[in-house]
């Protein structure tokens, strides 16, 4: 019913001929949407071109950890803003601090069976695009190429100042030279790429900054208060015009930046299924949802 009274909440259904011929096609996909999926492999079977959505839930079995619980919040202090890794050397001091000792578990992490479930379907030629709201070029490594990083890539360095990049493992070799004391520790990893570090003196920890201009050096990836490209919005969404339906893998959507592909599709009528541990923001659009482990529910894909 949500569906319908977002789509259609304007329109005298009983009056056809009052229906445009956008709002007829709109009115014939959300019936199709209507259908009932017996399972997920129903759901892709039926579908010529997946839109793929995906969050961390797709990567928690490569070992990173997922952001949020079964309910959609936080399952620890909520990442660092931009405003404050920009605005403050001590945020930046505890930032870099935290990741250089998390990177070396993140930056080896391997794709598990839900990204190559997802590379197969590509292989296959049914899956339009994925969208990944994950910063660990997991799926490129798991071979998908239609792939658009929403919230930036973690292997990447960008410089603030002068706009140049480097690789993420060219500043973690600058940041053990500047700070050997720091890699004996050990900490829990969290989900964008840093550690939990308490009790320990941070004002001893050296940030480098940029060798060209001096300038910050910041993690080329979204953080929580800044803006996602809008080149990535754009193709994105011109993607999910091609595509005929909706998948969701990972994702409580509990971000704006991923939930706002959901509505789009909710809008022009696109059959929507969701994989997720736990609920999601889009419960009520969803045509079909599995509440598995990724790997698990996409397993007939292999
Ligand atoms: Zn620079």
């Known amino acids: 019913m949500y569906l319908k009274t977002a789509v259609f ?161 060219e500043l973690q070799d600058e940041l053990a030279r500047l700070n050997p004391d720091w890699l004996d520790l050990d900490a829990a990893s969290a989900p964008d790429g840093d550690a939990d570090l308490n009790a320990h003196d941070l004002s001893s920890f050296d940030v480098p900054s940029c060798p060209i201009c001096q300038g910050i050096l910041k993690p080329d990836v979204v953080f929580f208060g800044e803006s996602v490209p809008r080149d990535s919005v754009d193709t994105a969404a011109a993607h999910l015009k091609e595509a005929d339906g909706m998948l969701i893998v990972g994702s409580s959507l509990m971000v704006y930046s991923g939930f706002r592909f959901v509505q789009m599709a909710a809008r022009v009528g696109l059959p929507i299924a969701a994989v997720n541990l736990g609920r999601t923001r889009a419960d009520e659009m969803l045509a079909l949802k599995v509440e598995e482990a990724c790997e698990d529910a996409l397993a007939f894909l292999l």
């Open 9 to 169: 909440g304007s329109v005298a259904i009983r009056d056809a001929a009052s229906l445009g011929p956008l709002e007829i096609d709109a009115l014939k996909a959300y019936l199709s949407g209507m259908k009932d999926f017996v399972s997920l492999q129903d759901f892709v079977d039926q579908h010529r071109r997946l839109f793929v959505l995906t969050g961390a839930g797709c990567s928690t079995n490569s070992g990173i950890p997922d952001y949020r619980d079964a309910d959609g919040k936080w399952k620890r202090r909520q990442p660092v803003t931009y405003q404050a890794f920009m605005g403050n050397e001590a945020t930046r001091r505890r930032y870099w601090a935290r990741s250089m000792v998390g990177w070396r578990r993140f930056g080896k992490a391997q794709p598990n069976n839900a990204h190559r479930a997802l590379s197969k379907l590509e292989a296959a030629g049914r899956s339009e695009l994925v969208l990944t709201q994950n910063v660990d070029r997991l799926h490129q490594a798991a071979g998908s190429e239609r792939v658009i990083d929403l919230h930036g890539r973690l292997d990447t360095i960008r410089c603030m100042g002068c706009g140049r990049k480097s690789a993420r493992d």
